[in-house]
């Protein structure tokens, strides 16, 4: 049987969960992931992952931090004077904001905190500095 290796598109069915057991994501219900390996187009773990697994293999396996999304970068971090804000925003705790930086490039962005006169807004990917668990069944090779 065939082996899933360098540029072939895969079909995968998965879960992913942070280590506390809080689930994050799945295909469960609908289609399933698919990718060609190598391409850079899932991240590096998980890519890494398939390599070698035959149709119908299931495997459950912790991608670290550092090969997920990276650790938190404290410098996308930021306290913001509420009087920097547009007056049609209403920043509340766990609302998605776009922001631009120096150079006009935009930047999602979530508020992680409200104060009378400012907030703090993570520029960070929800999933950096957290070591990410999968299962995955891996479907087809194409």
Excluded: W
């Amino acid at each position: 049987m065939s082996k899933a290796k360098e540029n072939d598109k895969v079909k995968v069915h998965y879960t992913g969960r942070l280590t506390t057991g809080e689930e994050f994501d799945s295909s469960s219900g609908s289609q399933p992931l698919e990718f060609t390996v190598g391409s850079g187009q899932v991240i590096l773990g998980f890519d890494q992952a398939v390599r070698g697994m035959e149709v119908n293999d299931k495997k459950t396996f912790t991608i670290p931090a550092i090969d997920a999304y990276g650790s938190v970068n404290h410098d996308l971090i930021q306290r913001i004077d509420k009087s920097f804000l547009p007056e049609n925003i209403d920043a509340q705790v766990g609302k998605e904001l776009v922001a631009s930086d120096q150079d006009g490039r935009q930047m999602k962005v979530k508020v992680t905190q409200v104060e009378d006169d400012h907030i703090v807004i993570d520029g960070n990917h929800p999933l950096a500095g957290k070591d990410l668990v999968f299962d995955i069944k891996l479907v087809e090779i194409v």
